[in-house]
């Protein structure tokens, strides 16, 4: 396995194509989570920044050997710091904040604004974002929505996230700007609480036995 080091976090998004967002708040399952992923094929993680050890998670996480984590429910400039020093290596937001987005871009970490609509994506054009998470995605239209958002701004990519399945996510991948999809069906809280790392495992090969069946390149 080539070294997650070495490689961008789009770089890294775009080969696993799918990014397993992870709603974690017990350390003690960090490594085993971060290390089932990567066995099952997907060496990448989001972890949310909605639970009071999150960051604690997200270093224990990056301290896995070729594994890339960023964090999610990324919403305010000073957090950017922490997870910089968490060793998260990009950040995803649910929506755009022009002063996040501004923040991020200073400190050079990597950011995902959350769009759903074509003015939320012109504004994050304008702030300097090439990728786009599309959020939440099965509520705001799906499939049908990211196509129709597309048209006019083909050179967008989208990383839709919300509401996404295995059995839903290579419909996504298969429009040309869809750069990856995210989701938290690899990693539900009651398979990581109950230690059922195994099913974990098992939902990302699965996820990426589908990516390279299911989805020409
Ligand atoms: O707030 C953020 O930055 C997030 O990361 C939100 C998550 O992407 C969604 O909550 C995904 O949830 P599912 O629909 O269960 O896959």
């Known amino acids: 396995m080539r070294s997650m080091r ?8 775009g ?36 639970s009071r050890y999150a ?14 984590v960023g964090a999610g429910t ?18 995803v937001s649910p929506g755009f904040s022009p002063g996040l987005v501004r923040e991020c871009h200073r400190q050079g970490l990597p950011i995902l604004p959350g769009v759903a609509t074509p ?28 196509r129709a958002m597309s048209a006019p701004f083909p050179h967008v990519r989208m ?3 919300g509401g996404i399945t295995a059995a839903g996510m290579s419909e996504y991948l298969a429009l040309p700007t869809v750069l990856a999809v ?5 990693a539900p809280a009651e398979w990581v609480c109950a230690g059922r790392y195994d099913l974990v495992e098992l939902a990302a090969r699965d996820a990426s036995k ?8």
């Open 182 to 186: 995210g989701g938290t069906w690899l």
């Open 119 to 146: 003015t939320e994506l012109q504004a994050a054009l304008d702030a300097g974002v090439d990728t786009v998470k599309f959020f939440p995605a099965a509520a705001s239209g799906g499939v049908r929505m990211v």
């Open 15 to 50: 080969r696993s194509r799918v990014l397993p967002v992870l709603v974690l708040d017990d350390v003690r399952h960090a490594v085993a989570v971060a290390t089932a992923l990567r066995a099952g094929g997907l060496p990448i993680a989001e972890v949310t920044l909605r």
């Open 210 to 217: 589908r990516v390279l069946e299911e989805v020409s390149v």
């Open 74 to 91: 990324v919403t305010r400039p000073e957090q950017v710091e922490r997870v910089l020093a968490a060793g998260g290596r990009f950040a």
């Open 159 to 161: 990383v839709p996230t």
């Open 6 to 13: 070495s490689v961008t976090p789009l770089v890294a998004m």
């Open 55 to 68: 960051l604690e998670v997200l270093r224990e996480m990056s301290s896995v050997d070729d594994v890339m």
